[in-house]
């Protein structure tokens, strides 16, 4: 049973560039929520999907947007990189927007050169 | 003010010891409450849901004061495995998003 799967593993970006990372759920989970922990701090929440659609949206600016697959997959996308972007984006999945736990992935680490 | 706030460390321990870690929250609507653990450059995993009855497990006591907004872990005989950083995390009601503090590092020393 494949846990929270996430890809790739580590990123090398440039100011300026985009970025897309990847999420595969927990088996049996359809509800994705993607946070960023920058070093020395706690996750802060990205946003969630659910349905396809993102229900709850944490304090990011629009430069963050993501997209929730029919096989309850999703992506992260982040345009027009900044240094402060260097960071751990983890991607938790539960079943229903509502319930706990939430299991995590390993990460991606970003680093913003 | 932050939503969620923990002594961020680090607690240097020696094997045995006993440590409490404490964690303050503003939200009183805060309805959700954990303890998760995460290992270096690993992701979060969650230790214990925290109970307003307290919640014990193995080694590991949890405490919820909700008058006080103040939750607490405490870890009893501690190991070298016990080496982490531990988030204090909650939640509101319904579809709403973990709040995670900024975590409190520990290193058990042999």
């Known amino acids: 049973d494949a846990g929270v799967t996430q890809s790739p593993t580590h990123l090398i970006k440039t100011r300026g560039q985009q970025v897309t990372l990847r999420c595969s759920p927990k088996s049996g989970h359809d509800t994705v929520s993607w946070y960023q922990q920058a070093l020395g701090q706690g996750p802060q929440f990205i946003f969630q999907y659910y349905e396809e659609e993102e229900r709850q949206r944490g304090n990011f600016p629009d430069r963050f947007s993501g997209h929730q697959f029919p096989n309850y997959s999703s992506e992260l996308n982040v345009n027009a990189l900044l240094l402060g972007d260097s960071a751990l984006y983890l991607c938790?999945?539960?079943?229903?927007?509502?319930?706990?736990?939430?299991?995590f992935g390993d990460g991606t680490r970003l680093s913003i050169l | 003010r932050k939503e969620v706030e923990q002594d961020p460390g680090p607690f240097n321990v020696p094997e045995g010891a006993t440590v409490a870690f404490n964690c303050t929250y503003s939200?009183?609507?805060?309805?959700?409450f954990f303890w998760y653990r995460q290992d270096c450059r690993k992701e979060p995993k969650l230790l214990m849901s925290?109970?307003?009855s307290g919640n014990e497990d193995g080694r590991f006591t949890a405490q919820l004061n909700r008058a006080s907004q103040y939750i607490s872990l405490l870890i009893r005989d501690s190991k070298l495995s016990d080496s982490a950083t531990y988030l204090c995390v909650v939640k509101n009601r319904g579809n709403t998003p973990l709040v995670f503090g900024k975590g409190t590092r520990l290193s058990v020393i042999a």
């Open positions: 938790a999945s539960s079943s229903g927007p509502s319930n706990q736990p939430q299991h």
């Open positions: 939200n009183s609507a805060s309805q959700s």
């Open positions: 925290v109970y307003s």
